[in-house]
Nanobody, 124 residues
Framework: QVQLVESGGGLVQAGGSLRLSCAAS????????MGWFRQAPGKEREFVAA????????YYADSVKGRFTISRDNAKNTAYLIMNILKPEDTAVYYC?????????????????WGQGTQVTVSS
């Protein structure tokens, strides 16, 4: 089992940047692929980015490709989401999640563990 805690959210102007962190407890962090999802008011939670347990494979939603970067530091049991060129439509609660599948996935039900979320608000 792993517990996840996100941090780094906040209010930023359009065009700005933020770095989200996801700290994981436990000694099995390297067995999990990690993903970031987001949920805007009145909308379903959607996939943003994922990274394999080794960090060698990543995948992004088209809406953030080229602007967001997912990474992880297994020595620190932490995953990151660097968000650049932020847009008002990026406003949402951002969640990190852990998945034990063999390959990284965009499918929300496959992620077993979730953090509590961190709010990101982008003003125009």
């Amino acid at each position: 089992q792993v517990q996840l805690v996100e941090s780094g959210g906040g209010l930023v102007q359009a065009g700005g940047s933020l770095r989200l962190s996801c700290a994981a407890s436990g000694r099995t962090f390297t067995t999990y692929n990690m993903g970031w999802f987001r949920q805007a008011p009145g909308k379903e939670r959607e996939f943003v980015a994922a990274i394999s347990w080794s960090g060698r494979s990543t995948y992004y939603a088209d809406s953030v490709k080229g602007r967001f970067t997912i990474s992880r530091d297994n020595a620190k049991n932490t995953a990151y989401l660097i968000m650049n060129i932020l847009k008002p439509e990026d406003t949402a609660v951002y969640y990190c999640a852990a998945d034990v599948s063999a390959a990284i996935t965009t499918e929300r039900p496959k992620y077993r563990y979730w953090g509590q979320g961190t709010q990101v608000t982008v003003s125009s």
